[in-house]
């Protein structure tokens, strides 16, 4: 069974820094892109970037270009966003999903990390 | 890149059918055949209905369908039930950004 896992939620301050993961079971990780989407209290959904593991080859959407980094690990099948200086507005729920192969649409997605970010 | 349009609420009654629209440009909806549909219930992670604009993976009932007519998607749920109800996001291949998400759809069944 293709399992997505996401770290726990975090609550942090502004200016600090924070790393989430996304784990991957279930599938060889290396041969699918791992995907992240934001979505802020409230509001839709928002496509952040993708990365293709076996190379890491990564795309960023324009809005978050800059905003933030997406890295992985394949030695431990795990997936990444990253922020170095975390903003209030940066306050919403992040899925981490996995894109099909030759296809541009998300056939599993992990169950959502909170992140926080108040003084 | 835009956020493709979808109204933002449609309702319909148990049985009855609801067309939720998705407008984009050539440059995403239009020019490639790559619009899927995600249902999402409160606090829940998103769910795919719909991929390569027609398709359902298995599992999703064949009351959903999908179709698209220029810059244009549209998904229709038939035969409508209570747990039907959620919000619903297009999303579309858009070339070099690559993808671009609606900005969802709240559907009440009455």
């Known amino acids: 069974e293709v399992q997505l896992v996401q770290s726990g939620g975090e609550v942090k301050k502004p200016g600090e820094s924070l790393k989430i993961s996304c784990k991957g079971s279930g599938y060889d990780f290396t041969k699918y892109w791992i995907g992240w989407v934001r979505q802020m209290p409230g509001k839709g959904l928002e496509w952040m970037g993708i990365i293709y593991p076996g190379d890491y080859d990564t795309r960023y959407s324009p809005s978050f270009q800059g905003q933030v980094t997406i890295s992985a690990d394949k030695s431990i099948i795990t997936a990444y966003l990253q922020w170095s200086s975390l903003k209030a507005s940066d306050t919403a729920m992040y899925y981490c999903?996995?894109?099909?192969?030759?296809?541009?649409?998300?056939?599993?997605w992990g169950q959502g990390t909170l992140v926080t970010v108040s003084s | 890149h835009s956020a493709l349009t979808q109204p933002h609420s449609v309702s319909g009654s148990p049985g009855q059918s609801v067309t939720i629209s998705c407008t984009g440009t050539?440059?995403?909806?239009?020019?490639?055949?790559?619009v899927s549909w995600y249902q999402q219930h409160p606090g829940k992670a998103p769910k795919v209905m719909i991929y390569d604009v027609t398709k359902r993976p298995s599992g999703v009932p064949d009351r959903f369908s999908g179709s698209k007519s220029g810059n244009t998607a549209s998904l229709t749920i038939s035969g409508l039930q209570a747990e039907d109800g959620a919000d619903y996001y297009c999303?579309?291949?858009?070339?070099?950004?690559?993808?671009?998400f609606g900005g969802g759809t709240k559907l009440t069944v009455l």
């Open positions: 999903a996995r894109r099909v192969s030759s296809a541009w649409y998300f056939d599993s």
């Open positions: 999303c579309s291949y858009a070339g070099s950004f690559p993808l671009v």
């Open positions: 050539s440059s995403d909806v239009g020019g490639y055949n790559y």
